[in-house]
């Protein structure tokens, strides 16, 4: 009967390698509290972008006082203030010439502007026609008239320079909150993977699989079966 020589070497040199620790995202660093924080200031900063748009619009609206508007021929009295300059505005289909005067002002100046200011409220658009400089206090009569069917009304002088940096304000939040809010949520991800990385490094050696060790098979000793 012939002996079955068993492999002289045993098993392979080495073994498989192995499995790396699951590490909690809790032990990671930075924390996730980091994400929480990135929503919160891209919620915050929109907000306030959203928040200082819609009050410059506001502004913008509420700078003509509609309450008191006139038709075309028709006369309403104002109080005016030496120095403070008022705009007389018009609302009208298409385009008509307007005329207005200011009856009883003996001192001031009433200009047309040269840029085009408008502003929306409901349904009507209302365009800046006039720039009033009063040179007295006092309550005065207006009286406008427009070739076409419209409304007058008066309002504070448009301050472009203000409205302009309140609607860029708005959008720098916009632009703030959202890239401010990825930038952090990125670099957190990015520092946290590679925490996990030094955490798991040199956990456990690859196998070794390589040549048996040196010297003769301790069993069995060499001979002719039997």
Request: proline share 11%.
């Amino acid at each position: 009967m012939a002996i079955q020589n068993p492999n002289p070497w045993g098993s392979p040199y080495g073994g498989p390698p192995p499995v790396p620790p699951s590490i909690p995202a809790k032990d990671l660093r930075p924390r996730r509290v980091w994400y929480v924080v990135a929503a919160v200031l891209g919620l915050v900063l929109v907000g306030a972008g959203i928040a200082l748009i819609a009050v410059t619009v506001v502004n913008s609206v509420n700078s003509v006082d509609t309450s008191r508007s006139f038709s075309s021929g028709e006369s309403r009295t104002f109080r005016f203030v030496a120095g403070k300059t008022k705009a007389i505005y018009v609302s009208q289909s298409g385009q008509g010439h307007v005329d207005c005067r200011i009856l009883g002002m003996r001192s001031g100046s009433m200009t047309q502007p040269s840029s085009t200011f408008r502003v929306t409220s409901g349904s009507r658009s209302w365009e800046r026609v006039f720039e009033v400089k009063p040179g007295s206090t006092g309550d005065y009569t207006l009286i406008c008239t427009s070739e076409r069917p419209a409304e007058f009304a008066l309002g504070d002088k448009p301050r472009v320079g203000t409205m302009v940096g309140g609607i860029l304000g708005g959008i720098g939040c916009f632009l703030a909150g959202f890239f401010g809010a990825a930038a952090i949520a990125i670099v957190t991800a990015v520092r946290r993977s590679r925490h996990r990385k030094r955490l798991t490094a040199g956990w456990g050696a690859p196998p070794q699989w390589g040549p048996p060790p040196s010297g003769p098979a301790p069993w069995p000793p060499a001979g002719p079966a039997h």
